[in-house]
């Protein structure tokens, strides 16, 4: 199996020149997904909640384009714009995320745009 380009109108559209996810045998990667509304076209309104709850639904929309859901994912990058933000990130993420949890890494980081506080990228792996 070669390398499946992954798209959906589900999710914003890639910002630069890259793809929304790639898959490649059995593992899922997905771009950073940040927190735009893919039907506005725009930065949700709200915290860091909102912004983390709209940041996963983009992910699982990817995910479900490529024939998988939040259960296969086996590793996560968190970007957060500010450490404080990391408890309430992490209720939210939780509810997601909450029995037998990916693996995950969390930094502080600058996401694309001032307004944006989170970036989360993933890789999943399924079983054909």
């Known amino acids: 199996m070669g390398k499946e380009i992954i798209a959906t109108d589900k999710a914003p559209r890639p910002l630069a020149s890259y793809s929304q996810a790639v898959r490649v045998c059995r593992f899922i ?3 950073g997904q940040v927190p735009i ?3 506005t076209g725009k930065v949700v309104n709200g915290g860091i909640r909102e912004q983390t709850r709209r940041v996963i639904e983009n992910v699982k929309a990817v995910l479900e384009a490529a024939r998988a859901s939040l259960e ?3 590793k996560v990058t968190v970007y957060l714009a500010d450490r404080r933000l990391y408890k309430e990130f992490n209720e939210v993420y939780s509810e997601y995320f909450g029995e037998n ?3 995950r890494t969390t930094v502080e980081a600058k996401p694309p745009s001032d307004e944006m506080l989170i970036e989360m990228d993933v890789i999943a792996y399924v079983e054909d």
């Open 29 to 31: 990667f997905v771009s």
């Open 37 to 39: 509304d893919p039907e």
């Open 72 to 74: 296969n994912v086996v």
């Open 101 to 103: 949890p990916p693996a």
